[in-house]
């Protein structure tokens, strides 16, 4: 039986009325600009100059426009998969990096060149999802079997297997003399990204499409599966689906990009302190969010000891520490 307020929530998240004036307000345009304005700086940030060289504008289409093009849908695709798990979880502290999917899609990735010489990047690619597919379905499989008293033990857990997972796969790298490579695809770094090597990146474009339009039942099903059963739910359906696109987004990005720790962390946290948890309406902040947080962590990583690059991973990761600990210290228990 709902509660007044449970069902007040679902009500208000079925009813669309008046909610189409918080998904665009002036706000998100201000945001929109100040991103865009980040990307053009991404454009023209780097050793190579290309507008004072005769082919600088061949160079501008290979590796800027791409570059800045996997910024936007890693940053955005990332943000929005920790939003979708935080959710299904109904717990602020996972994302694809506190709950081992990344490390499954790692496991994947190696696996695959392993087994087949010379794979192709969809090969890669379908390898990395399959495997980060069956992590986050054993993750959350552990949670429904597994009664947690805090909510700071999940992503220990989820860390924990992350690593048990990450030792599987330096153990078959050393044994296939693939560990610098394995070093390679988890370095998290947008260097490589080049025309011709990208494109497939474009997958988690159609699965933000696909959050967006099914993002009331990822709301529904977020408060619970009783409450979602009562509201006409099929919570195992939804979280299924949640499931599959959560895969599809890690795999993809961390065959083309690598490891982008703690942007499904802070961003949707970030945009729930500010907005609320409904999910439809959070959605564009948290891709703009997504996209301005790695944006800045490349420009930093592109700049902070030029003409080399640091990794925008350990950016991020030294970004999304910290803030991983804010987050633990305003949630510990007071007394």
Do not use: K
Request: with cysteine; proline share 4%; glycine share 10%.
């Amino acid at each position: 039986m709902l509660t007044l307020r449970q069902r007040s929530t679902t009500d208000r998240i079925l009813r669309p009325v008046g909610r189409r004036a918080r998904l665009f307000d002036p706000a998100l345009l201000v945001g929109v600009l100040v991103v865009a304005g980040l990307l053009v700086l991404s454009l023209f940030v780097g050793v190579y100059d290309v507008t004072g060289s005769a082919d600088g504008a061949e160079m501008f289409a290979i590796t800027r426009i791409p570059r800045t093009t996997a910024l936007v849908l890693a940053g955005a695709s990332m943000a929005m998969a920790g939003l979708v798990m935080q959710m299904l979880t109904q717990n602020r502290f996972v994302e694809p990096t506190t709950t081992g999917t990344t490390e499954w899609a790692g496991l994947g990735l190696l696996a695959v060149s392993v087994l087949v010489p010379h794979p192709s990047i969809p090969l890669r690619m379908a390898g990395a999802v399959l495997c980060a597919f069956v992590g986050t379905l054993v993750f959350f499989a552990f949670l429904r079997r597994v009664s947690l008293r805090s909510s700071l033990i999940v992503p220990i857990v989820g860390i924990m297997l992350g690593a048990v997972i990450g030792s599987v796969s330096t153990y078959l790298a050393l044994a296939t003399d693939t560990l610098q490579t394995l070093g390679v695809w988890f370095a998290g770094s947008f260097t490589s990204v080049l025309r011709g090597q990208y494109e497939l990146l474009w997958i988690v474009a159609v699965v933000g499409a696909i959050v967006f339009v099914v993002a009331d039942r990822f709301t529904i099903a977020g408060l619970g599966e009783e409450i979602a059963t009562n509201a006409g739910l099929n919570h195992g359906r939804v979280v299924l689906l949640g499931t599959v696109l959560i895969a599809a987004t890690t795999g993809v990005v961390t065959v083309v990009v690598g490891n982008l720790p703690f942007v499904g962390l802070i961003v949707p946290n970030v945009v729930s302190m500010i907005r609320g948890d409904d999910l439809r309406s959070n959605l564009p902040w948290v891709c703009l969010l997504g996209v301005g947080l790695v944006t800045v962590c490349d420009l930093i990583g592109r700049t902070v000891i030029m003409p080399f690059e640091v990794p925008v991973s350990l950016v991020l990761g030294l970004v999304g520490g910290a803030v991983f600990l804010v987050l633990i210290l305003r949630t510990r228990p007071r007394g």
